[in-house]
């Protein structure tokens, strides 16, 4: 594996939350980074960031619902650096509300970020990997590729529709020993994603239950990097949530159900938007401020009673 100090790493989403948190990370260990984001302003910005912390860093503009942005961005780290060791695939967007009261284009344009553009990242690069023989490709998924996510359907599919595709992509490379693709696993993250997510619940959007530090991703990247693996779940929650989905996913979808529907229900009324879907927004940063502020929380008692529910399912199945 590439040492950190003097690799050559490429981030796909690098604007806000995991991303910024990841490049700030790579920049310390002394990486040499390539950034990419939909805003050259902000890309600018963490691009200034990451140098002062003495990491050389380019900056490449990327859409990367755009097939060809993506081979333009990896010319680009070819350009200056003539290889890449590290591909890391970390745009995303999320829209929450019923289903049905979601605009179809809406929902299309979530799996065209989360889905596609992590498809198109992988296009771009594994023939470089190849012609390298070596290469880690970092996938974010989400605990949503395990876990349902009702009001939130379109983000579910592309976030399930990912474990498909890089499961199949290793069954692919079996040949290739010296590629690696390697999945990330979060929960709840406290980004400005949330803040920036299409909503037509009618509801403001807050985060309950434990939150994970964007910099507590970004060290498990950092650990992929090191030693590359299949799944890495971020946290005790990420863990607890597959091994539930897995054994009882009766009563996980049933309480999944429940808790997305009090939490939207029980928020200050808000009106629709569409987030940052079709544009970024202005305002960036690491933290979206949720661990900080009364946030509606799932209290322990709620943890408690579905992990009684999960327990007792169990049993009766046994």
């Known amino acids: 594996m590439p040492r950190i100090q003097g690799a050559i790493v490429v981030i796909a989403g690098a604007s806000s939350g995991i ?21 050259p302003d902000t ?17 490449v503009p990327t859409d990367v619902t755009d097939p060809g942005a993506l081979r333009d961005l ?4 070819l350009s200056r650096f003539g290889r890449i060791d590290v591909w890391i695939n970390n745009a995303g967007v999320g829209v929450v509300g019923t289903f049905e ?26 023939p470089v990997f190849k012609r390298q023989r070596h290469g880690v490709m970092i996938n974010t998924l989400s605990i949503g590729s395990w876990v349902p996510t009702p009001f939130a359907a379109s983000y579910g599919a592309a976030k399930a529709g990912l474990r498909g595709f890089t499961e199949s992509l ?33 509801h403001r959007i807050d ?43 009766t009563p ?33 940063g690491v933290y979206g401020g949720f661990r900080s502020e009364a946030a509606i929380r799932i209290p322990a008692k709620a943890w408690l009673a579905a992990a009684g529910i999960i327990g007792f399912w169990l049993a009766r199945r046994r």
């Not at 890309?43 to 900056?59: H, P």
Request: proline share 7%.
């Open 101 to 126: 009261e979601v605009p179809i284009e809406s929902h299309a344009q979530v799996v065209r970020i989360n889905l596609l553009g992590q498809v198109n990242g992988a296009h771009a690069v594994l």
């Open 170 to 202: 290793r069954g692919e490379l079996q040949d290739w020993p010296g590629i690696h693709v390697c999945d990330l696993y979060p929960a709840v993250v406290d980004t400005p994603g949330l803040r920036h997510a299409a909503n037509h619940s009618g």
């Open 19 to 39: 991303g910024r948190a990841t490049a700030q990370r790579l920049a310390r260990e002394g990486a040499r980074l390539v950034l990419a984001s939909r805003r």
């Open 252 to 284: 996980v979808r049933w309480a999944a159900g429940k808790a997305m529907k009090k939490g939207l229900s029980s928020g200050p009324r808000a009106a629709p938007t569409e987030g940052n879907l079709f544009s970024a927004p202005r305002d960036h």
């Open 207 to 249: 985060a309950g239950g434990p939150i994970a530090s964007p910099f507590e991703v970004a060290e498990t990247i950092v650990s992929l990097i090191r030693r590359p693996r299949s799944a890495a779940p971020v946290g005790w929650s990420a863990q607890l949530l597959r091994i539930a989905a897995t054994l009882a996913p």
């Open 74 to 77: 990896a010319e680009a780290a």
């Open 43 to 59: 890309l600018r910005t963490v691009r200034e960031e990451c140098e002062r912390l003495g990491a050389e860093t380019i900056a």
